[in-house]
């Protein structure tokens, strides 16, 4: 079972990126998932959640607007782009499924520089 994280990297502020939370040896379709993010010094914050079919999505205030959770289930993948990006967007994203929780990923680092 695992759950992998992709397509951080380092952007300036105001760019974007798109990432992934692959699932493998798991089936997440029926699944809520969220993506979370742990800033240095930090605790683990969860940012966006997606019901398994998709009608349902809430953001965490400081993302709302800037980043967008989607998924698909025939690729049992869920995505997090993430528009003007800011500084404080700085961490490592993780995605898991909060109500059934698997093991954490290793998540992928984003940086954001002024």
């Known amino acids: 079972v695992q759950l992998v994280e992709s397509g951080g990297g380092l952007v300036q502020a105001g760019g974007s990126l798109r990432l992934l939370c692959a699932a493998s040896?798991?089936?997440?379709?029926?699944?809520?998932m969220a993506w979370y993010r742990q800033a240095p010094g930090k605790e683990r914050e969860w940012i966006a959640v997606?019901?398994?079919?998709?009608?349902?999505?809430k953001y965490v205030d400081s993302v709302k607007g800037r980043f967008t959770i989607s998924r698909d289930n025939a690729k049992n993948t869920v995505y997090l782009q993430m528009n003007s990006l800011k500084v404080e967007d700085t961490a490592v994203y993780y995605c898991n499924a909060p109500y059934a929780q698997r093991p954490w990923g290793q998540g992928t680092q984003v940086t954001v520089s002024s």
């Open positions: 040896g798991t089936s997440i379709t029926n699944n809520t």
């Open positions: 997606i019901t398994s079919g998709g009608d349902i999505i």
